[in-house]
């Protein structure tokens, strides 16, 4: 089992950045890819972006594509979301999650492998 904490949430006014940090605990946090997702209330999760476990390979879905980073550091068992040029449609909780498969070559470009979560983070930008 892993266990994950976010950080980094907070209020920013549109076309500011903030980063967020998820740190990791429990299973070897070097051998799984990472994912950070989001949610508003009333809808589903959205998938934003992983990466893999060596930080060598990541994703990014259209909307968020070219304006958020997802990094890693495997020493400090650390993931991080850096969102640039945020708008206020970025409002949402933030949470970070991890692949339950060791190794995978390539970043997971949907929710399904997913199944350990943080608590989330608040994000909320306004306009």
């Known amino acids: 089992q892993v266990e994950l904490v976010e950080s980094g949430g907070g209020l920013v006014q549109a076309g500011g950045s903030l980063r967020l940090s998820c740190a990791a605990s429990g299973r070897t946090f070097s051998t799984y890819s990472m994912g950070w997702f989001r949610q508003v209330p009333g809808k589903e999760r959205e998938f934003l972006a992983s990466?893999?476990?060596?930080?060598?390979?990541?994703y990014y879905t259209d909307s968020v594509k070219g304006r958020f980073t997802i990094s890693r550091d495997n020493v400090k068992n650390t993931v991080y979301l850096q969102m640039n040029s945020l708008k206020p449609e970025d409002t949402a909780v933030y949470y970070c999650?991890?692949?339950?498969?060791?190794?995978?070559?390539?970043?997971?470009?949907?929710?399904?492998?997913?199944?350990?979560w943080g608590q989330g983070t608040q994000v909320t930008v306004s306009s």
């Open positions: 999650a991890a692949d339950k498969r060791p190794y995978q070559p390539i970043a997971p470009m949907n929710a399904e492998p997913f199944n350990s």
């Open positions: 990466i893999t476990w060596s930080g060598r390979g990541t």
